[in-house]
């Protein structure tokens, strides 16, 4: 809806919040790696730098295509010493191998449905 919309920045930082908010609750142990998780929520959407935001279920196999092109775009226009572990750190979400990668993705998959919410619903 028009009135509900969000930017990339207020996805992301909503994410980082959710991360603080549910990382001590999915992992009591305190065993995953906190600052991999917060440093892949904050880059791994850098292609929408040069592909804008689009919504998942519309994108066709040539968006995708794009947003690999547009991911090592920007790689290449980050400092150089910071351009390797961004592009490890991107792999390993891509992987979804790490409880780290997956707890992001799961993340990214639920912030949309607070957006959902609507007050005039509630008792």
């Known amino acids: 809806h028009e009135s509900h919309t969000e ?44 592909t804008g935001d689009k919504i998942s279920f519309k994108k066709t196999q040539e968006d995708r295509d794009n947003e690999k092109l547009a991911l090592e775009t920007v790689i290449k226009k980050l400092p150089e010493h910071i351009q390797s572990n961004v592009s490890k750190l991107l792999s390993e979400y891509g992987e979804q191998e790490s409880y780290e990668a997956r707890f992001v993705k799961a993340l990214d998959k639920l912030e949309p449905v607070f957006h959902m919410y609507d007050d005039n619903g509630s008792a």
Do not use: K, T
Request: aromatic fraction near 14%; charged fraction near 20%; include cysteine.
């Open 7 to 50: 930017s990339v920045a207020e996805h992301i930082y909503a994410l980082h919040c959710l991360i603080d908010y549910f990382l001590p609750l999915e992992n009591p142990e305190g065993n995953w790696n906190a600052h991999r998780i917060h440093l892949m929520a904050q880059y791994y959407d850098i292609d929408e730098i040069e």
